[in-house]
């Protein structure tokens, strides 16, 4: 257990487990954090992002703050990151961004800034004389979930109370965004289908995807008689995403090859034919 | 008594009032309630005048304070009365004539459907004329100096329809506002030497101020006599003046408001006297103008213009008067007063010609005009005999002391100025002469008028007559009573001092070579237009001719540097005004846009570019905080 | 190992998180690293936590996480319907102020 | 406590402009009467105030048991306390008078603006416009009055900004469309106008706040508890409490009169003036000249110099310059202009530059005289402009040369016009005249070259007015003018009292000067200055 370790750590040192543990999972933290910035691809940053939170939360655990880090693993890692690849999933990730700026000077300025602000944010920490650890042990005597509860319920009570109407209050408004108020009738299926008809594009409904039961999946475009693929038979989404397995040249590809076999059979069977044929014929 | 000196003052400034805002039921009466109200104000003139002739040498003057005007701190200006001899004369002379100019205007402007103004504007000048000459400080002296030049410029532009009337009443005023400057720098400096600028102290201790600042204070009272007076340098607008109405040239710009020039100079006396240097160049000036006056009065064909020209010249001669000092300034004020009579008679009687020849100037097309205005040619006459000097009548004693005064000069000064003073009465007696010659005699040379209606000259009516037969009188008489015992050099002597010069040359030959040069002047006139015929149109003439035509270039030299120039002056100073002063200010809005648009460019609505800035502002209050806590 | 490590490694997430939100468009993952910069404040929390023995650290790390959880609820929300209405989830696209 | 009549004076116009501005749309000419009273009732209570002051005395003991000092009618109460500013009213006998001035002329700009709005009006208009004219000029005189009352800093600073806001609408709102540019083109020029009336007047106002704020700091560093107070800062300088560093009192006092030069207007900082004078109706240009610009100069005499006599001091060489360069600048400005109501503009330019002149020339005449000069330029002006915008407001144009031989056709018009541009060319007799002579002698006594050099601004003056007279009034009848109306009974009664006053003035202004007098003396001790001894002292002994 940490706990002891850190009851003791009054000193300006850590135990060295936790030296151990800071330098490897502080590598991997900031890992994470540049996969969550770098990444092209939202999901992939909303993963890196989701690394580098339970890192902290191991980090709190150290600290002390056990009731936090359990937190931080149970609200932001599985609530609020999953918040976030919903609603990745519902914008539909258009693709990846392009990381191409478009912004005339920004990416100049922003490094420049972030790195002066870095440079001077490390100078202050080092400068400020940070020389006394207490520990929290002491305070996290009477057990820590203990502490902050009293904390909160007495000291904080009145934070407390108003964070729980901005809690509700951001529900509310996260609905209120988020909902289409319905202000017409929805169309009827006849009503659709003689709207398609007026506008005379797609009659039909789309065609499937895949064709052959090999590629029989929503990624693969059907293929048109004339082998090429058609974009009407995969989803916009997939499309945009660049996800679409175009599998027209590895089908064409095999009819030809397939033709070329069974031409080959078929010639061998047409001389064998012949043979007979003419020597039937010739008989 | 006292307050009958502001009921002087007050009278025609009632009737000034009265008229200019009395709206149109004074149409009628107007004219007789200004003459009227002048009438009352020249009885009252006659009682104090003859209170004062009760009175000693010494105890003459009244000195009357009516309300403190400008009471600031150590400055004090009074509304004050001083009337002395040299006050009443003005008085009696500005009142007297000012009445009768008024009886002539009555007849003279019937016709015109404006003439209650016109009264209103005489009434005007009167009771500024009066200030003026009443006033026991120079502040308040500066006032009626103004209102004078208001008066004539109103009565200038009287007809002010006629763009030349509006210009020439423009020019007059500016020209004497020059001069008005002149006083203002002169009071000022007297305010800064004497802390005071009434007359009384200013005059007792003037010698106790340094003579340097005397100087500057006389010159600059020369340069508002000059403006006032029309002496050269400022001389040009007198000529134009004449665009006014006939009885104003004759009041105004004849007989009292140009002499103010004098009036200012003998009453500073003993400013100028203290002062050298000031007083050759007051001579100077008056030297100058005399003959310039004159020369200017040979050429031209203007019947007024040419009377304008001797008026010039004769007021020459009373400022050369003046200038001499002590010697002068009973001559130049007696002059100044025989001329008001002579000259006014003049001008009246060229304003009764013009009556009779629908309005015509032009003495090229008059002539032979004796018999059908006896009157008017009598009077004409009897003024004309007057002022050159003819002897026996006013202008030869007034003259002729002038004369031997500027001999008694002294030194080569005074041969040059008495010899300028010589040759000034033989031009005189040209010019009149030829103003006699080509008005009255001769072949008739008239023409049709503008709407080519033959003139028919015809005498006045009875209310232009009277003034022209009493101020004939006036010019015959008034001379000879001043001289006989000195009456008149009694009279001024306690105010202005009097000494009497050592002539190199007796009088009685300077009133010879005087006769000899006013017969060898009538002669050459005669000669030219006496027995010759006259050409109605100007021929070209000599050089000195066509330049004394245009004033002798004074107003071409105005018009190219002053007015020119200062049309080029204001034209390029809106111009920096627009451009540079403005220019600025636009130029720096403009920038200050320029850098905006720029920095707008940096909103370019992307939120990430913001989040830069926030954060890159983020990092700079950082380092601030660090760089703080390091020091 | 002094335990002022872990501020350094909350500082280094705090600025990756940073320069995230500043480089990349889709505003899903700017969410994310926002996400990031307030787990490395929490983390900071809890290890000031730590650092002056009492729990008003881990206090603030709560709260910081219920806020965030809020926010990434409406933000999500917002997004999802800035998306339906524009059929992209770039933040570069909504510099209107309108849908 | 007592009656509190400096605050009524000031809040009954502000009454007034609330409440014009809440008459409903269809009752205007309600609206132009009730601006009219409240206007009249704040002349009244300025009358009070006149009564009430006693130019002999130096304090009465006011409610709050004030400091001693000249002023009189005090109130006093705390505002923000913790800033030292204080809710401070008192007037000297500068002030009562120029209160009494914007009072006198508010009503008369009324009744000369009383249909300036009416173009404006159309049947469906909610704006209201007339409703808001006759409101906002209220505000403005409000405002006005109380920066006269105000003696502690920021309060004046508040209302010296304030005032911007009504007088933008005033200038920006309404005009008389008669630009050489047509309807479109006037709008454009009126809120080009407007804009940079603001844009300099609050640049200077902020460099003046900046200096308010230099001001308090200063007296909160050495005084312990800062104040805005003038009589509390005078008090303290005079007790040797405060002693500000030369150079700090230098920078105050130089964003103090920067504020100012630019309302006043001094060169080069007066090209707002010509064109919110020219774009605004004549009214509003009075309006801004005769009343608001006068909060400049007189803040000059009362917070400059009482704050800052060491650094007036120092100023002084460099201020009697450019208001040299203001008088002749100005004037021959109004000689090369061709637009009658900018004419006027730079002839206010040229006698601005008066007023500054006489306030720094340091003498008890050249202040007297400034002060005074603040009074009849500020009616002369009037007179002239109103005049000038009822010739304007019946031929429809601006232009001088549109105009001519008017006299013929409406001599009492024509009159009024000359009497008032004699005013303006300082005619002795006229009220200009006295104020003039006064700044000149008291200039000349100290600065002899100065006061040379600013008597030919009279010779410029008769120029352009002359000028402008004759182009308009004199020579033939033009055709556009044939049939042109005289003054009517309106526009009689606004310029014949004006007149009245203006000769009244000149003949007699003994009353205003004693009332002026004892406050100039003040002023003049604040800055330990007196006036030079003539060479020839005992003049008045040796009678």
């Known amino acids: 257990m940490i706990a002891p370790s850190l009851a003791a750590s009054a000193a300006s040192t850590t135990s060295t487990g936790e030296a151990v543990q800071f330098w490897i999972l502080a590598v991997v933290a900031v890992l994470g954090a540049l996969g969550a910035v770098l990444m092209r691809k939202a999901v992939h940053s909303a993963l890196s992002l989701a690394g580098t939170m339970i890192v902290l939360a191991v980090f709190y655990l150290a600290n002390g703050a056990y009731f936090l880090g359990v937190v931080q693993i149970v609200v932001y890692t599985g609530a609020i990151m999953m918040l976030f690849l919903f609603v990745v999933m519902l914008v539909g990730v258009t693709a990846a961004d392009s990381l191409k700026e478009t912004i005339k000077g920004q990416r100049w300025l922003a490094g420049l800034c972030v790195l002066g602000f870095g440079i001077l944010l490390m100078a202050g920490i080092s400068n400020a004389s940070l020389k006394e650890w207490n520990g929290v042990g002491r305070a996290n005597a009477g057990g820590n979930v203990e502490g902050l509860a009293s904390l909160i319920f007495t000291k904080y009570v009145f934070a407390f109370e108003i964070t729980g109407a901005l809690l509700i209050t951001a529900a509310v408004g996260a609905m209120v965004l988020t909902h289409r108020e319905r202000t017409e009738r929805a169309a009827t299926q006849r009503e659709r289908a003689e709207q398609r008809v007026r506008e005379g594009k797609q009659v039909t409904p789309l065609p499937a995807p895949g064709v052959y039961a090999r590629h029989n999946a929503v990624d693969i475009p059907g293929l048109l008689p004339d082998g090429t693929a058609s974009d009407l038979t995969v989803s916009p989404t997939l499309r945009a995403r660049g996800q679409v397995r175009d599998v027209s040249g590895e089908a064409l590809q095999d009819l030809k090859a397939l033709e070329q076999r069974s031409s080959e059979w078929l010639e061998r069977g047409r001389s064998e034919d012949a043979d007979a044929n003419g020597k039937g014929a010739g008989k | 008594m006292e307050n009958l000196i502001g009921l002087l003052v007050l009278a025609p400034l009632l009737g000034a009032g009265v008229l200019l805002c009395g709206g149109r039921r004074l149409d009628r009466s107007g004219p007789w309630l200004g003459t009227l109200l002048a009438a009352v104000s020249f009885a009252l003139g006659v009682v104090l005048f003859a209170d004062m002739l009760g009175k000693g040498g010494e105890e003459r003057a009244l000195d009357v304070t009516v309300f403190q005007w400008v009471p600031v701190g150590g400055f004090r200006a009074d509304v004050g009365f001083h009337l002395d001899q040299l006050s009443m004369t003005f008085v009696l002379l500005i009142t007297g004539v000012g009445s009768l100019i008024h009886l002539y205007s009555v007849g003279y402007m019937a016709h015109d459907e404006r003439k209650r103004r016109f009264f209103g504007y005489l009434n005007l000048f009167l009771a500024a004329m009066l200030l003026l000459v009443l006033a026991d400080n120079y502040l308040l002296l500066y006032v009626g100096w103004e209102g004078v030049g208001l008066a004539s410029y109103l009565l200038i532009g009287f007809w002010q329809h006629k763009p030349s009337a509006a210009t020439a009443a423009k020019k007059a005023f500016l020209v004497n506002r020059v001069g008005d400057m002149g006083l203002s720098i002169a009071i000022m400096l007297l305010f800064t030497t004497f802390g005071t600028f009434a007359f009384d102290p200013v005059l007792t201790r003037a010698t106790d101020a340094g003579e340097g600042k005397l100087t500057a204070v006389a010159l600059m009272l020369l340069l508002a006599a000059c403006g006032k007076s029309a002496q050269v340098p400022l001389q040009s607008w007198l000529g134009d003046a004449m665009e006014g109405p006939t009885p104003v040239s004759a009041l105004i710009h004849a007989a009292t408001m140009v002499t103010a020039g004098v009036y200012l100079i003998t009453r500073s006396g003993a400013v100028f006297d203290a002062a050298p240097d000031a007083q050759t160049a007051v001579v100077t000036v008056g030297a100058v103008t005399l003959l310039f006056g004159a020369i200017v009065g040979c050429a031209k064909d203007d019947i007024k213009k040419a009377l304008a020209g001797s008026t010039m010249s004769q007021i020459g001669y009373m400022i050369l008067a003046a200038g001499l000092g002590p010697i002068g300034y009973v001559f130049a004020i007696m002059h100044l007063v025989t001329h008001g009579f002579f000259k006014a008679g003049l001008f009246l009687g060229a304003g009764s010609v013009m009556h009779g020849m629908n309005d015509e100037v032009d003495m090229r097309r008059y002539g032979g005009l004796r018999t059908y205005m006896p009157v008017t040619f009598v009077t004409f006459g009897l003024g004309y005999l007057a002022i050159i000097g003819f002897p026996g009548l006013s202008g030869f004693f007034s003259k002729d002391k002038i004369i031997e005064a500027a001999f008694a000069k002294g030194g080569t000064e005074g041969w040059i100025l008495g010899g300028a003073a010589l040759l000034g009465a033989a031009i005189t007696a040209y010019y009149m002469t030829r103003v006699m010659l080509l008005t009255f005699f001769g072949e008739k040379r008239w023409q049709p008028d503008a709407e080519g209606e033959m003139p028919h000259p015809h005498e006045s009516p009875r209310t232009m007559t009277v003034p022209m037969i009493v101020l004939a009188f006036g010019s015959v008489f008034a001379g000879g009573l001043f001289s006989i015992n000195d009456t008149f050099l009694k009279w001024l002597e306690p105010v202005t001092g009097h000494e009497e010069g050592h002539s190199p040359v007796s009088a009685l030959t300077v009133t010879a070579a005087t006769m000899v040069v006013l017969v060898i002047g009538v002669a050459i006139a005669w000669a030219q237009y006496g027995r010759r015929p006259v050409p109605v149109t100007a021929p070209r003439g000599s050089l000195l001719t066509r330049a004394a035509r245009r004033d002798l270039l004074q107003d071409d030299f105005n018009h190219v540097v002053l007015v020119r120039g200062g049309e080029h002056l204001t034209r390029s100073l809106v111009y920096v005004d627009h451009s540079l002063v403005d220019g600025v200010v636009n130029g720096t809005a403009a920038s200050v846009g320029g850098l905006s648009g720029r920095m707008r460019k940096l909103q370019n609505g992307y939120a990430r570019s913001y989040a830069v800035s926030m954060f890159g502002g983020a990092a700079v209050l950082i380092a601030a905080t660090l760089l703080m806590r390091a020091v | ?99 | 406590m007592a009656f509190p009549l400096l605050t009524l004076t000031a809040a009954i116009p502000a009454v007034g402009a609330v409440a014009t501005a809440a008459v409903p749309a269809g009752r205007r000419t309600a609206a132009k009467w009730l601006a009219l009273a409240f206007s009249l009732a704040t002349l009244a209570l300025a009358a009070v105030q006149l009564v009430r002051f006693d130019p002999g005395g130096t304090s009465q003991a006011s409610s709050s048991g004030g400091a001693k000092g000249p002023f009189q009618l005090t109130e006093s109460h705390a505002w923000i306390a913790d800033f030292g500013v204080r809710y401070e009213l008192g007037v000297d006998g500068i002030a009562v008078v120029l209160i009494a001035l914007a009072a006198l002329l508010i009503p008369f700009i009324m009744l000369a603006g009383w249909h300036d709005a009416d173009p404006l009006e159309t049947r469906s208009s909610r704006w209201r416009p007339t409703q808001g004219f006759f409101a906002l000029i209220l505000m403005v005189e409000a405002m006005v009055v109380i920066s006269f009352e105000a003696t502690d800093v920021f309060l004046f600073y508040i209302f010296f900004e304030a005032m911007l806001i009504p007088m933008y609408f005033l200038i920006g709102g309404f005009g008389d469309g008669a630009a050489e540019h047509g309807e479109a083109g006037a709008a454009a020029q009126r809120s080009y106008a407007a804009v940079k009336f603001l844009l300099y007047n609050l640049v200077g106002g902020l460099i003046m706040l900046a200096a308010v704020i230099g001001l308090y700091a200063v007296t909160a560093d050495q005084l312990g508890t800062g104040t805005f107070s003038l009589q509390e800062i005078v008090q303290a300088r005079a007790a040797g409490k405060l002693d500000i560093a030369t150079t700090t009192e230098r920078a105050l006092f130089l964003g103090f009169f920067f504020a100012f030069a630019v309302k006043a207007p001094l060169w080069p900082l007066h090209t707002w003036l010509p064109n919110a004078m020219g774009e605004a109706t004549a009214p509003v240009a009075v309006l801004i000249t005769a009343v608001v610009d006068k909060v400049g100069t007189f803040a000059m005499l009362r917070f400059c110099l009482q704050l800052f006599p060491e650094a007036s001091k120092w100023a002084t060489p460099v201020i009697v310059v450019l208001s040299l360069i203001s008088i002749l600048y100005g004037a021959l400005l109004a000689v090369g202009q061709r637009d009658i109501k900018r004419l006027v503009a730079y002839a206010s330019i040229s006698h601005f530059g008066f007023i500054v002149l006489g306030i720094f020339a340091m003498t008890s005449q050249g202040q007297s005289g400034a002060t005074l000069y603040m009074v009849n330029h500020g009616v002369s002006t009037a007179a002239l402009m109103l005049v000038a915008g009822f010739l304007i407001s019946r031929r429809g144009s601006r232009l001088i040369a549109d105009y001519g031989g008017v006299q013929k056709v409406a001599p009492v018009l024509a009159g009024t016009f000359l009497v008032g541009g004699l005013a303006t060319l300082s005619l002795p007799g006229l009220a200009p005249f006295v104020s003039e002579f006064l700044v000149l002698v008291g200039t000349f006594s100290r600065y002899p070259v100065a006061g040379g050099i600013a008597t030919l601004g009279i010779v410029l003056a008769a120029l352009y007015v002359l000028v402008l007279y004759q182009r308009t009034m004199t020579g033939p009848v033009k055709e556009e003018v044939r049939g042109m109306p005289d003054l009517r009974a309106r526009e009689l009664a606004v310029v014949a009292p004006l007149i009245a006053l203006l000769l009244f003035l000149g003949v007699y202004p003994k009353p205003v000067t004693e009332i002026l007098d004892p406050a100039v003396r003040h002023t003049m001790s604040q800055v330990h200055q007196a006036d030079p001894k003539p060479d020839v002292n005992d003049v008045e002994a040796a009678k």
């Open chain 3, 1 to 99: 190992m002094n335990p002022v490590n872990y501020l350094y490694l909350a500082a280094l997430l705090f600025t990756i998180g940073a320069a995230g939100v500043l480089i990349r468009r889709n505003a899903i993952v700017i969410f994310m690293c926002v996400e990031l910069m307030l787990n490395a404040c929490n983390l900071a929390f809890v290890t000031f936590a730590r650092l002056h023995g009492n729990l008003d650290g881990q206090i603030i790390a709560f709260f910081t996480m219920v806020v965030a959880a809020a926010e990434v609820v409406v933000g999500l929300a917002i997004i999802v319907t800035i998306f339906r209405s524009r059929h992209s989830a770039s933040v570069d696209d909504a510099g209107l102020l309108k849908l």
